[in-house]
């Protein structure tokens, strides 16, 4: 049952999002970011995050969509013509695709091969199992060696089997395979530290910085309470300061004063003196006031 | 089936790069730019939260209160400048909007 409601959350959240990059009216498209907001709320539900899924349907939906509604309507955005914005970026979007997954396929292949008959030499020299991070250096060498060798080989039987258009395509991402492999080595880097740091749930009661209490001793909106305004009240104060300089900013960006429009000015009402208010005259019998 | 923590994580991932394509492929539509940035923050949110309820620290949820008002705040900036923007040149259409040639 659990897992009916998250596979149905995150179904409808993930379609809704793709709905939202791919409609064609931009009305349409707040609506979808609506809907993926009211099922990750369900998602925070099922998280047990209440007052998280609360305010997510009452600030996201409730404002933010609201506000992305109005000034869609204000705003006089042309529908775009039959054609949809994505056709012309197809073909490289599949071959973008097309190439990461062999990519990929061929990096595990070679990685898992090589690391596996890396880890069981290593384990015959030494005599022993070895720890996971002892070959570090090696098993990040070997990456490295993977993604060369995974993109050659991908690269050589793209050549093969495509036709003569991708050429400027190709010449493209060549040029941004280096930047993409030191990318992707430092993050393997990062992907090994973590495997690495990694606590169980189980070992880590000294590390938690705020312990949830369980659900049936205290609801999610007064533990939150208890620790935003004791642990977290200059965070707490910094995100309005934060939000009184987001409003401040938005009035002084779009206020618009009309030349033409009367107004008040209570300034200069409040500052009338008796002086300039009253005046005394004489006043001849049957002769009106007359002047100013 | 059990629902673990890995299911959550990949579900953001999934949503933070629907978010980062939109963002950077979209072509017609400011608008369409700053709701696929939301994405990408809801993303962020659902990772947050997932932890939060997996390691039993309430932590992330406090961080993702900040995440919301934040970005609801970027958001009213965000539109406010578009607004201005549109006041000015009489469009959104990103195509046109290259007076920095960037």
């Keep these: ?292 | 089936m059990d629902i673990g923590l890995n299911h959550y994580l990949i579900l953001s991932a999934l949503l933070f790069f629907l978010g980062l394509v939109g963002v950077i492929l979209a072509r017609k539509n400011i608008i369409t730019v700053l709701m696929s940035f939301e994405l990408m923050l809801l993303a962020v949110n659902i990772n947050f939260v997932a932890f939060s309820f997996y390691l039993g620290d309430l932590v992330g949820q406090i961080f993702v209160l900040f995440i919301l008002t934040v970005s609801a705040a970027e958001v009213a900036i965000g539109l406010a400048i578009v607004m201005l923007y549109f006041r000015n040149r009489a469009t959104v259409d990103l195509q046109d909007i290259s007076v920095m040639k960037g």
Excluded at chain 1, 117 to 145: E, H, K, M, N, Y
Excluded at chain 1, 148 to 164: D, N, S
Aim: with cysteine; net charge positive; glycine share 6%.
């Design chain 1, 1 to 292: 049952m659990h897992a009916l409601a998250f596979y149905l959350f995150s179904a409808v959240s993930l379609g809704s999002a793709v709905t939202v990059i791919t409609a064609r009216n931009p009305v349409h498209s707040v609506f979808f970011l609506i809907l993926a907001f009211f099922s990750s709320a369900g998602l925070f539900v099922l998280l047990h995050a209440e007052f998280l899924a609360m305010m997510l349907v009452v600030v996201y939906v409730g404002a933010v969509a609201v506000l992305f509604l109005f000034v869609v309507m204000m705003l006089d955005i042309k529908r775009p013509e039959i054609k949809p914005w994505f056709v012309p970026k197809m073909r490289i979007l599949t071959f973008s695709l097309l190439w990461f997954l062999a990519y990929l396929t061929s990096f595990v292949l070679f990685a898992g091969v090589t690391m596996a008959l890396a880890l069981l030499l290593v384990q015959q020299l030494i005599g022993r199992a070895v720890d996971f991070l002892t070959p570090g250096l090696v098993l990040v060498a070997i990456i490295l060696l993977s993604f060369v060798l995974a993109g050659g080989l991908t690269e050589f039987f793209f050549k093969k089997i495509c036709r003569k258009g991708w050429g400027k395509i190709f010449r493209a991402f060549r040029q941004a395979v280096p930047m993409g492999t030191i990318i992707l080595a430092v993050l393997a880097v990062e992907a090994l530290a973590v495997t690495h740091i990694w606590l169980r749930p189980s070992d880590s009661e000294e590390v938690l910085m705020a312990p949830a209490p369980p659900d049936m001793v205290l609801p999610n909106t007064h533990a939150l309470g208890q620790l935003i305004y004791t642990d977290y009240i200059y965070v707490f104060q910094a995100v309005g300061l934060v939000l009184l300089v987001a409003m401040i900013g938005a009035i002084v960006l779009t206020l618009r004063r009309r030349p033409d429009v009367k107004r008040q000015n209570i300034g200069a009402q409040t500052r009338r003196s008796r002086e300039e208010a009253v005046r005394l005259a004489k006043v001849e019998f049957g002769q009106g006031v007359g002047g100013s």
